[in-house]
């Protein structure tokens, strides 16, 4: 167990890097227009936010080994999830119909 | 004071809370499984109806999903402040910190019933109800359909934690939080970070982008 947490600054300092953080997500999406990178732009900046609400307000900065370790599994398996089934519905196509069934025997016999 | 309780099974009050901490732990973890379901499920539906759901995207009202980012950033700060109060043994600074997560997250609850309300006027309801004229398509639907489903989980967690906060702020104000003994806090507070968590990822893709 790492050492405990003794002052409020750490709180404070996380806190207004999640607004700035924020704000950041909030200037993109108005004044850039990427399509299909505007979302992409603002999930990376979610996780940096998430990451730091985990780090500081949820405080794994001070869990031990076993608890980094059942976040991180789970945390690849949801981003493994998420990959393969975008990936999947992405890359789906309209299926060729269906060959037409050939001659039948009686053809083959005249 | 209040002494904290002991459980037979432990040796001492540490390994009774280290046992703790795994616990919850585990159950966030489940928790973060849990909306990782419809997260993949949304991620799905936007690959399928893309322009759908980027008019459905920008029809919701930014100011309400925004104003709720401000409401749950601001709660989850002094939910992580009310852990620092237990840990330095300020009883009643500790309260109000609750006290304040509590406030804090019934406003984002009253903010959420006026878009919830304006939604309903409009007709932009989840599955079969949905009657909106200005998007009458089946990707317009899929969008409010996940709207309603991600949000309304979001929600009822949402609720539940402000019972929690509203509790703990109680059992504060009595002093059962030591700076010795405090575990049952910040379980709580780690709930709620979580609510803080999700959010935090459900407003770009439900308001932003």
Redesign the interface.
């Known amino acids: 167990?790492m050492a405990?947490?003794?002052s409020?600054a750490p709180?404070?300092l996380?806190?207004l890097a999640?607004?700035l953080l924020?704000g950041v997500?909030?200037a993109f999406?108005r004044a850039v227009h990427w399509p299909h990178w505007?979302?992409v732009?603002?999930?990376a900046?979610?996780t940096m936010?998430?990451g730091l609400?985990?780090w500081?307000?949820?405080?794994l900065s001070e869990?031990?080994f076993?608890?980094r370790l059942?976040?991180g599994v789970?945390?690849s398996?949801?981003l493994t999830?998420?990959f393969l089934?975008?990936a999947?519905?992405?890359t789906r196509q309209v299926q060729p119909p269906a060959p037409r069934p050939g001659p039948s025997e009686a053809f083959y016999e005249h | 004071m209040h002494a904290p309780e002991l459980g037979e099974q432990f040796s001492d009050l540490e390994h009774q809370a280290a046992a703790l901490r795994f616990g919850m732990w585990v159950f966030v973890v489940s928790e973060i499984l849990l909306f990782a379901a419809l997260f993949t499920l949304y991620a799905a539906y936007r690959t399928m109806f893309p322009s759908d759901f980027r008019a459905g995207v920008l029809h919701n009202t930014f100011a309400y999903g925004t104003a709720n980012l401000f409401v749950l950033l601001t709660s989850g700060l002094t939910a992580a402040l009310a852990v620092f109060g237990a840990r330095t043994d300020r009883r009643v600074f500790t309260g109000v910190m609750l006290s304040t997560t509590a406030g804090l997250g019934l406003a984002f609850l009253a903010i959420k019933l006026t878009e919830y309300g304006k939604h309903i006027e409009e007709g932009s309801l989840p599955g079969p109800w949905y009657h909106y004229s200005e998007l009458p398509t089946f990707g317009g639907n899929r969008f409010f359909t996940m709207y309603w489903g991600m949000t309304g989980f979001h929600a009822l967690h949402l609720t539940a934690g402000v019972l929690v906060m509203g509790w703990m702020a109680v059992r504060a104000f009595q002093g059962r939080y030591t700076a010795r003994y405090h575990v049952k806090l910040e379980m709580g507070s780690l709930y709620w970070a979580l609510i803080d968590l999700m959010w935090i990822f459900l407003w770009p893709i439900l308001y932003l982008s």
């Open positions: 167990m405990r947490r003794a409020a709180y404070l996380a806190y999640l607004l924020a997500s909030l999406s505007d979302l732009i603002d999930l900046v979610a936010q998430g609400v985990m500081v307000f949820m405080h869990t031990g076993q608890v059942a976040i789970s945390l398996l949801l999830l998420l089934v975008t999947d519905v992405a």
